[in-house]
């Protein structure tokens, strides 16, 4: 990727000004700029903002957009909260020189298909905040985009969910075949499917027949698993058919759910 | 444009495109320890460290490493050298293209760690390092040995 024009803002204002105004382009991790082959007028780089924080903000959790992988994977916040699922969900990625440098702002925003994060976070039920006053459901801007130029600030996740991930790969640090994780929010089930090959999307059926019940039967767990392999739509890519995905899911959902319900 | 990047303690002034990584600044600036592998953000032969955290060079901006502290392998000699010494020992050397990336990692680690790791945190830590000449049962000795040594 080519960057005609650097800028580095010293605030929020003159970030999202430069975006807005004179459309320019968030740089966030900045990792896949190598391998990219657009040119971008005017490169918008956020390393100056303040953006790298895990934090407790009432009933939530706040995630910064420069927030490194390599941060969640070692925050004693987030395994304190969640357990090792932040953990499971990014350690796969590549290796920690590469996990140092990509961001969860990069990924949100760049709502990639491969992507483990994203799924982790749809699930967790997690809000995407955009500067200066918008706050969206995540799993909403995944499936639909912002549709105008945008600044995310940071990603808000409720404290009282719990969830595991489970994903397979053909090798470790590849991108994943298929990935999902499970969660239960206090009052509902949440199932996200990501890697089908395309972007993360919530298995709606699946979340109904679990419905309320944090202890959904054995049956009732296969039953959503199958129903989430049912409702999506999968692709098939150089990893694996969409008919091998297909097959795959149910248990992953089922391995997921059963570790959360215990 | 013109940045100043701090490597290795001093401070060099050097050219460089906007989108440049930090690779291509790096060895033009003179600093060729810096190797080039896969230059897709694979392989770890470019590792240096940011700030004391392992980075791939080949996946950084340069003009976001202004007023950072870079380290290559350079910077950490008389440290390599000391693993070099348990890598050589363990027939683990072998082309030594991967060397220096392996190295800065193993570097990182022995910091990081407040225990001697066990091999899977080895393995885990060192993910990101490719290596298509050992096989790497040899370099886990080496760095079994090293990093167990450090802590006696």
């Known amino acids: 990727m080519e960057i005609l024009k650097y800028a580095r803002p010293q605030s929020m204002d003159e970030a999202f000004r430069l975006i807005s105004e004179q459309r320019g382009t968030a740089i966030g991790g900045a990792a896949w700029l190598r391998t990219n082959t657009k040119t971008i007028a005017l490169g918008v780089d956020l390393a100056d903002l303040g953006l790298e924080y895990v934090r407790e903000a009432g009933d939530h959790i706040e995630i910064g957009a420069m927030t490194t992988y390599r941060e969640l994977e070692t925050s004693q916040l987030l395994r304190a909260r969640f357990g090792a699922l932040f953990e499971a969900t990014v350690s796969h990625v590549v290796g920690i020189q590469l996990r140092n440098i990509i961001t969860v702002g990069g990924t949100v925003a760049g709502r990639y298909g491969f992507s483990d994060l994203n799924t982790t976070l749809c699930a967790l039920g997690a809000q995407a905040v955009f500067y200066p006053d918008q706050t969206v459901d995540l799993a909403e801007f995944i499936e639909k985009g912002a549709g105008a130029p945008f600044l995310l600030e940071k990603v808000l996740l409720p404290v009282s969910a719990k969830g595991a991930y489970r994903q397979m790969r053909i090798s470790e640090n590849d991108f994943p075949i298929i990935n999902t994780t499970a969660a239960w929010t206090g009052s509902g089930w949440r199932i996200a499917v990501g890697s089908r090959p395309a972007a993360t999307r919530l298995c709606q059926k699946a979340m109904a027949i679990l419905g309320e019940d944090p202890l959904p039967s054995d049956e009732t767990i296969a039953s959503a698993g199958r129903a989430a392999a049912d409702e999506l739509q999968f692709g098939s890519d150089i990893r694996a058919s969409a008919e091998y995905r297909r097959e795959i899911l149910p248990v992953l959902v089922r391995r997921a759910l059963m570790e959360v319900r215990g | ?152």
């Not at chain 2, 790096?26 to 694979?42: F, I, P, Q, S």
């Not at chain 2, 955290?53 to 502290?69: I, N």
């Not at chain 2, 945190?121 to 040995?145: D, F, M, P, T, W």
């Open chain 2, 1 to 152: 444009m013109n940045i100043t990047l701090r490597i290795n303690g001093k401070e060099q002034s050097i050219e460089c495109q906007p989108g440049e990584m930090l690779t291509e600044v790096l060895r033009r600036a003179g600093h060729l320890e810096v190797k080039k592998g896969c230059d897709t953000g694979n392989c770890g032969a470019c590792t240096v460290l940011l700030d004391d955290k392992p980075v791939l060079s080949c996946s950084y901006l340069a003009v976001r490493a202004e007023g950072r502290e870079i380290t290559t392998i350079q910077g950490l000699a008389d440290e390599a050298k000391q693993f070099a010494a348990f890598l050589t020992a363990e027939g683990a050397d072998q082309c030594g293209f991967c060397a220096p990336g392996f190295a800065l990692t193993v570097l990182s680690m022995k910091k990081e760690f407040f225990h001697t790791p066990s091999e899977a945190e080895i393995r885990h830590y060192l993910a990101g390092n490719l290596c298509r000449c050992s096989g790497y049962e040899g370099q886990i000795r080496a760095i079994k040995k090293y990093l167990e040594a450090d802590h006696a």
